[in-house]
C-alpha cells in the first residue's frame, strides 16, 4: 500500500503535489520519479518534520538547481490554524482550517516530561456513538494525510520543537481525535509512518496509540502496516449495551472486536504489548457493579489494561457524569480482579478540549447534526466563513 500512490496535490495549486504527507516511503518514490536519488527523501524529510522548514529556498543542503526543481513540481503545504486556546491547566487546543467551510480539532495535554497530542483523522464522523460530541457534529470528510501529520507539525512548532535542539514537547500521539482512524485507513497509515520515521518525529512505536470504535476488516489488515499502540473504544460489557453507545457494535459485535484485536496484538514482533481498553463511564447508564464484574468476566483471556473515562457533558447531550463513588466502585471491582487500571483525568475543560468533546465546526453532509439541532432545540452551530 504504501510503494503506489495517487499523487496528492494541494487545493491551492492543483498541478503541484503536496509533500507534507507522504510517508517516507512514498517520498522515496516520488523523488525516483522525478530522476532524484533516495536519500534526497531523507533531507526533505529532516527539513520539514525536524525543522519545521516549508520553503525549499531554505533547504541548504539541496543544490540551487534541484531546490529550483522541487518549487516548480511541489509544494509543501500544512493545514492552517485558525485559533490557538490555552487552558489554565497548561492544555493547548487549536482550531484547524479543513476546506469548504470545516474546522478540526487537536489538542496538546502536559503532564510532567510526556506531551500527549490527541489527533483527528476525519472532519467530523460517521459513526455517531451516542456519548460523542464529534458524532453530533455529523460528516464530511477524509482528512488527507498532510492533514493529519499536519497537526503534528502544528503543535511541535507551536511549542519550538521544530527548530536545532528544540525541546522535545510532543513524545506521544494518540489518534483519539475527531473521526474514526479505521475509516481513514491510507492516510492514517501514512502519518503513523512519519510520525514513526527516525528522520521525522522519530516517535516510539509505543507512544503512538490508534483508537477503534471497532471497524474490524480494517482492524483485521492494519498489522501489515504499523506497530503502533492499539486502543479500543469499548464502553460497554455486553452488546446489548454496546449497541446504544456504539452503533457499529451491530455490524461488529464485541466478540468479533475483541478477537480482532488479539491478533492485532499477538501479530506484534515485541511480546507484553496490552490493549487499551476505553470505557467511558455515564451516570446510570454503564457505571454499576454489575457492569463492572461482566467487564472483568468479558476480558479475562484479552491482554489488556483498561482506562476509565468519566464522561464529560456536552450541550447536545442528556447524559452526566459518572459520581465519585461510582467512579472508584468500578475501578476497585476491576483492580480487584487483577486488571490494569487507570482513570483519564479530565484535561482542558475550560477550553472544550475534554475527552470526547471534540467539536470543531463540521460542515455536515449527512444532515445528522441539523436533526440533533432541531431534537434539542437549538440554532446550528458556527459554520467558519473561509474559502
Ligand atoms: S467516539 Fe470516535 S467513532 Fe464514535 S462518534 Fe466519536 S469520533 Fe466517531
Known sequence: MTDTFETPTTGANNQKVNLMGMSPNKLKAWFAEIGEKPFRATQLLKWVHQLGVTDFEEMTNISKGLRNKLAELAVI??????????????????????????????????????????????????????????????????????????????????????????????????LMGMGEPLLNFDNVVDAIHLMMDDNAYGI????????????????????????????????????????????????????????????????????????????????????RPEHAYELAELLREVPVKINLIPFNPFSLSNYKRVSNNALHRFKDILMAAGYTTTVRTTRGDDIDAACGQLAGSVNDKTRRQERYLAKAGQEPVRIIPFA
Open 204 to 287: 516510539s512505536k509505543r507512544r503512538v496509540t490508534l483508537s477503534t470504535s471497532g471497524v474490524v476488516p480494517a482492524l483485521d489488515r492494519l498489522g501489515e502496516y504499523t506497530d503502533a499502540c492499539l486502543a479500543i473504544s469499548l464502553h460497554a460489557p455486553n452488546d446489548e449495551l454496546r449497541n446504544q453507545l456504539v452503533p457499529i457494535n451491530k455490524k461488529y459485535p464485541i466478540a468479533q472486536l475483541l478477537d480482532s484485536a488479539k491478533r492485532y496484538i499477538q501479530g506484534l514482533p515485541d511480546t507484553h504489548r496490552k490493549i487499551t481498553i476505553e470505557y467511558t463511564l455515564i451516570d446510570h447508564v454503564n457505571d
Open 77 to 174: 503545504e500544512p493545514p492552517k490554524v485558525i485559533e490557538q486556546f490555552d487552558s489554565k491547566d497548561g492544555t493547548r487546543k487549536f482550531l484547524i482550517q479543513a476546506s469548504g467551510g470545516s474546522a478540526i480539532e487537536t489538542v496538546f495535554i502536559p503532564d510532567g516530561e510526556r506531551g500527549t497530542l490527541c489527533v483527528s483523522s476525519q472532519v467530523g464522523c460517521s459513526l455517531d456513538c451516542s456519548f460523542c460530541a464529534t458524532g453530533k457534529q455529523g460528516f464530511n470528510r477524509d482528512l488527507t494525510a498532510a492533514e493529519i501529520i499536519g497537526q503534528v507539525f502544528i503543535a511541535a512548532k507551536s511549542f519550538g520543537q521544530l527548530e536545532v535542539k528544540g525541546p522535545r514537547k510532543v513524545t506521544n500521539v494518540v
